[in-house]
């Protein structure tokens, strides 16, 4: 028994794991923080409206980050679609992507996305909105 308990922890703790969280915040007056300590902000009377994209890469220590970099793909609600590149400064990283202003109101945000982590071409972890598909464009005759 006591070689089954040890084969199980060796299991579960001997491998790394590469890990990237997304989430979707929306940016309007009620994401400044002087609507939750209640004290003046100039920036009330016209708050950005818009969303973030807050990504967090958690990656295998032993990862060559120089040779590492981030590629999100993003679709937005008109259909418009962008591919952005990252380069992670550390193995623990977070970066946000913002759609504010006039692209929020021309694209009306974010619909989907795909976050991959690239090591030297080759993926070594993807993570994607439930709703992710990949846009078909029509070839010009």
Request: proline content about 6%; overall charge negative.
């Amino acid at each position: 028994m006591k070689w089954l308990l040890l084969l199980v922890c060796l299991f579960f703790c001997g491998f790394r794991h590469h890990h990237v969280e997304v989430t979707k915040l929306p940016i309007n007056r009620l994401s400044l923080a002087s609507s939750f300590t209640k004290t003046p902000d100039p920036r009330q009377k016209s708050p950005a409206e818009g969303e973030q994209l807050l990504v967090h890469c958690d990656l295998d220590p032993e990862v060559d980050i120089t040779k590492c970099k981030a590629v999100v793909s993003i679709i937005y609600k008109n259909l418009e679609s962008e591919t952005v590149e990252y380069q992670p400064r550390g193995v623990k990283e977070d970066f946000s992507l913002f759609v504010l202003g006039e692209k929020f109101e021309r694209t009306l945000g974010v619909l989907t996305y795909k976050v991959e982590i690239f090591l030297e071409d080759k993926s070594i972890y993807t993570t994607q909105h439930p709703m992710w598909f990949k846009k078909i464009e029509p070839e010009h005759e």
